[in-house]
């Protein structure tokens, strides 16, 4: 869907807001969890602890709290089903009256006593709004509404910075559509002739076929070689180096095996927009994608010329788009127990999804985002950023916690909404980010400690080093908090790599003094040490503290300095 093409007006917009719908919520309320999900980015339980449902919530419809920013985000939304055409200035001065609620410590704390809302008084209690308050987190209001402001709404937004509004433009404009691949449209039929089937309705809108079906059928399906039938699957299909494959091929190609195919294959899944049954005859099905089964399809479409008539697969089709939340789930649970990995399962996360569509529209043939196994082979490996080290370098980088990253069964479980659920991971973040742990990785090479500085978790010790010394620098810190400011400008990417690999190259050559100093008297254990939050930050502080000393003795430059370099040495 295009920005322009973003339907907000009532009531088409409640087709947008279908996947929020809950009988407790009102359309303001569900409007508000769409915008999150689409434009703060958060995870699905993130978002229904971020809304306070209910009366007595003083104005405010919502809160979340960026660690990243020391901000806390209060929410107001305002969906209009009437004729209404334009917001004006009172609705915005209402609300941001009501934001000085939360302005000092004692006025949170009374709101928390005194609000008949509960939900309200759970997130300013679970979220420590006082505390954060009391220690200089930021107020920041977000009026969300369907319709555009007028002259006086844009009037009174310019005295009120700590206000934003989203309308209807902004809501447009803003918005990044997932570029996701059709299911494919053209109508295929299958024969039920001579096999039994068994049709079950599971509610009035979903409905499901289970038959087995003959393997020369199903690889008449379109969008196989070229993947696109398995857009909406978790993986892509993973080549003949797993053993799942090879043992699928071997019985592909023993002929006496194939009428055995039903009672030791698991089947496949398609779902589909339409389907239509004519009884012990056929079906017929449109707007479909295979969500369980990728590789065993691939297989039996690689060996087409070893298919028999005695080959049949157990397919089980079910009535529902694949676009659809229900559809998710399904693919989820289907796949769930065969082989797949949490970083399976996530990749159709609406938020990898739409970093992917980001990262891919933006920097379209010079960097490619995967979130799949198997995805786009065709891909130059050099120009691809896989998402399972994204995750891994935001949260050396982002969450700073280095010494979890090579805990990569977590990074798309557990901490996965920690990582990438929040508004300022964007595709812009992931490339600076990518950046700027090349350029400090490289600094690696020239350590004195080899065996230290090609150990794994190395590499995200020295990102966390550049985050905290960034830190300490002004310009540094406009890096950290608008990424996309810096490698949006002329050769700005290049600019980053310079002035990182500079900044990185000092703090290398203090870790390896470092290293050496503690290994002096007896072996420093860095294996175990960097898996320690204690000892990182330990060690980390020491190496800050020489390095904010090596500045102040002028034998290294800033990185505000740096940057300007870098403009300079861009041209050469």
């Known amino acids: 869907m295009q920005a322009s093409k973003l339907q907000l007006s009532y009531p088409a917009v409640k087709a947008l807001l279908a996947g929020h719908a809950v009988n407790q919520r009102t359309e303001s309320r569900q409007f508000l ?24 919530d003083k104005g405010i419809d919502g809160i979340y709290v960026n660690e990243q920013l020391a901000q806390i985000i209060a929410f107001q939304s305002r969906l209009f089903t009437g004729a209404r055409k334009q917001l004006g200035d009172s609705q915005l001065r209402e609300f941001y009256g009501a934001l000085s609620q939360l302005r000092t410590e004692d006025a949170v704390r009374n709101i928390e006593s005194t609000t008949r809302n509960r939900e309200l008084a759970k997130l300013l209690r679970e979220n ?22 007028n002259g006086d709404a844009a009037g009174y937004l310019q005295s009120t ?35 039994p089937s068994l049709e079950y309705r599971i509610d ?29 699957n978790v993986r ?85 788009s694949p676009e659809t939340p229900l559809a998710r789930k399904i693919t989820d649970h289907t796949n769930n127990q065969n082989g797949t990995t949490h970083r399976d399962l996530q990749s159709n996360n609406p938020i990898q999804t739409r970093l992917q569509t980001e990262i891919n ?65 964007t595709g812009d973040r992931i490339v600076a980010v990518h950046e700027i742990y090349q350029a400090a990785i490289e600094q690696l090479k020239a350590m004195d400690n080899s065996l230290f500085g090609a150990y794994g978790l190395t590499r995200f010790l020295i990102l966390y080093l550049v985050r905290e010394a960034l830190m300490t620098d002004e310009t540094g810190n406009e890096l950290l908090q608008s990424p996309s400011a810096f490698i949006t400008q002329a050769k700005g990417r290049s600019r980053l790599r310079y002035s990182v690999g500079k900044l990185a190259k000092t703090l290398a050559r203090l870790l390896d003094k470092e290293i050496t100093r503690r290994g002096a008297t007896e072996p420093f254990d860095f294996k175990r040490e960097l ?26 430059s800033t990185f505000s300095e740096i940057w300007k370099e870098s403009k300079k040495a861009a041209k050469n």
């Open 33 to 56: 969890a769409w915008f999150l999900a689409n434009y703060f980015r958060l995870e699905d339980t993130e978002v229904d602890d971020s809304i306070c449902d209910g009366v007595d």
């Open 128 to 149: 420590d709004i006082a505390k954060k308050v009391g220690n200089g987190f930021k107020i920041q209001g977000v009026f969300l509404t369907n319709v555009r402001r």
């Open 161 to 195: 910075p700590d206000l934003t509004l989203y309308d209807l433009a902004e809501l447009q404009q803003s918005y990044v559509a997932i570029d996701k691949t059709e299911p494919i449209q053209t109508p295929i039929k299958f024969s039920l002739a001579g096999v």
């Open 204 to 232: 009035a809108n979903v409905k499901m076929l289970l038959a087995p079906i003959a393997a020369r059928e199903l690889v008449a399906m379109s969008g196989i070689a070229s993947g696109e039938l398995f857009a909406w």
């Open 236 to 320: 892509q299909w993973l080549g003949k180096r797993t053993k799942v494959n090879r043992d699928v091929e071997v019985s592909i190609r023993s002929k006496d095996e194939h009428r055995y195919f039903p009672a030791f294959h698991n089947g496949l899944t398609i779902l589909c927009k339409t389907l239509k049954i004519v009884t012990d005859s056929s079906i017929t099905i449109s707007g479909y994608a295979v969500v369980n089964g990728c590789q065993s399809l691939t297989g039996l479409y690689s060996n087409k010329s070893e298919i028999t008539d005695a080959l049949r697969i157990l397919t089980k089709f079910i009535l529902v």
């Open 361 to 425: 529209t933006r920097y379209s043939g010079k960097i490619y985002y995967r979130i799949k196994r198997g995805e786009h082979p065709e891909w130059n490996q050099a120009n691809v950023i896989e998402n399972e080290l994204a995750a891994r370098i935001l949260l050396a980088f982002d969450v700073r916690e280095p010494w979890v990253c090579h805990q990569t069964y977590k990074l798309f479980d557990e901490l996965h909404a920690a990582i990438f659920g929040k508004p300022e991971i």
């Open 531 to 556: 898996k320690s939050q204690t000892a990182v930050r330990e060690l980390s502080g020491t190496v800050i503290a020489h390095y904010k000393i090596t500045l102040d003795s002028g034998y290294a």
